[in-house]
């Protein structure tokens, strides 16, 4: 869903569900935090240029604004996103990222967020 904070609040989304997981270690749980998680991967790779976060994205027919840029990464043909991410932003990634190393560490996902760090 397009937002202007995407990269904040699911970061912050991200980080309570993987310690509701270190909490109850319920299946629930840690499907939320991959789900959410699978999100922050998106909006990395949306720009397809390495280490360029997307502040949000729009997929194929979602509404965006016009100054949105079209992806060129393999796998996301249609999709929009919004280029000016700020230092808040990056906050979302980063509070997530340590927290899915550390608490989903025998996760696959465990060495994706070391490789978007």
């Given at each position: ?16 569900e993987?310690?509701?997981f ?16 699978g ?5 990395n ?9 997307a ?9 965006h604004a ?40 025998d ?9 978007l760090?």
């Amino acid at each position: 869903h397009a937002c202007d904070s995407n990269c904040l609040w699911t970061g912050t989304v991200v980080a309570a569900e993987a310690f509701r997981f270190a909490v109850t270690q319920t299946a629930a749980a840690k499907n939320a935090t991959l789900f959410y998680f699978g999100a922050l991967k998106l909006l990395n790779k949306i720009t397809a240029i390495p280490g360029l976060i997307a502040r949000s994205a729009s997929a194929p027919g979602e509404p965006h604004a016009a100054n949105w840029e079209q992806s060129k990464a393999a796998g996301y043909e249609g999709w929009y996103w919004q280029a000016n991410v700020s230092s808040d932003q990056i906050t979302g990634h980063m509070l997530a990222f340590p927290i899915i190393i550390r608490l989903l560490k025998d996760d696959p996902a465990a060495e994706d967020a070391a490789q978007l760090i």
